[in-house]
């Protein structure tokens, strides 16, 4: 699987913006980029994955470069809830379903 | 909402003892996985099921893990015997697959066990 890149951790405050990066510079053409997150003592959650646009669900938008080397998870207004550890995961299609997680960042959400 | 559901929540054991986990994966999903989570690990996957059967446990110490899926409602992962290193939070999630694709491209977890030998 290939690999991702992400900072250890960030920090935003409430009702803020929340823009978290992701590197992927060795992506394949059939690579899908999932985003999950962890909740403090939870297990792990879907929040949103793409492929080449920018996709928004509920949750967030995935903004993903033209080269596909890097994506960007937003978070449009921050709230103390999303504090949590957030994964940016590489999935082939039809490859295994499996998840490699790798460190991941670790949002912190002031007041 | 449909959940996965693991049971125990917590687990102390002493070293040697078995230690048995179970999970209830959401209903109609064909394919669960068994993670495990430590600090210094991070997110390991420990094996995965489809419809039933093994499809990969390369990621499960041999001589004392084992999973199994008696039923389609029902997975279970044992250590035996148990050793501190094994302490960890045990997560199990499912989802489900269709013709080698995900039909659904997300897996649900569970809340994880937290099992704990001394």
């Known amino acids: 699987d290939a690999k991702t890149t992400q900072p250890n951790s960030m920090e935003s405050n409430e009702e803020e913006p929340v823009h978290l990066p992701c590197n992927h510079s060795?992506?394949?053409?059939?690579?899908?980029i999932h985003w999950y997150r962890q909740l403090p003592s939870q297990g792990p959650e879907y929040v949103i994955h793409?492929?080449?646009s920018n996709v928004n669900n509920r949750m967030a938008s995935l903004a993903i470069a033209e080269d596909r080397k890097s994506s960007t998870l937003i978070l449009h207004r921050a709230t103390l809830r999303d504090a949590a550890v957030y994964y940016c995961?590489?999935?082939?299609?039809?490859?295994?379903?499996?998840?490699?997680f790798g460190k991941g960042t670790k949002l912190t959400v002031n007041p | 909402d449909a959940r996965v559901t693991q049971t125990p929540r917590h687990k102390v054991t002493e070293m040697g003892q078995e230690v048995t986990m179970r999970c209830q994966p959401i209903?109609?999903?064909?394919?669960v996985f068994w993670y495990r989570q430590t600090m210094m690990q991070g997110l390991e996957l420990l094996a995965y099921?489809?419809?039933?059967?093994?499809?990969?446990d390369s990621g499960m110490p041999k001589d004392r893990f084992s999973a199994e899926m008696p039923d389609a409602t029902l997975a279970t992962l044992k250590i035996q015997p148990s050793e501190p290193r094994d302490s960890a939070v045990y997560f199990c999630?499912?989802?489900?697959?269709?013709?080698?694709?995900?039909?659904?491209?997300?897996?649900?977890f569970g809340p994880g066990t937290r099992l704990l030998v001394l």
């Open positions: 999630a499912s989802g489900l697959v269709n013709g080698g694709r995900a039909v659904k491209e997300t897996q649900y």
């Open positions: 060795t992506i394949s053409g059939t690579d899908y």
């Open positions: 793409g492929l080449t």
């Open positions: 995961i590489l999935r082939s299609q039809g490859g295994s379903e499996k998840l490699v």
């Open positions: 209903l109609g999903h064909n394919t």
């Open positions: 099921f489809r419809n039933r059967a093994p499809l990969d």
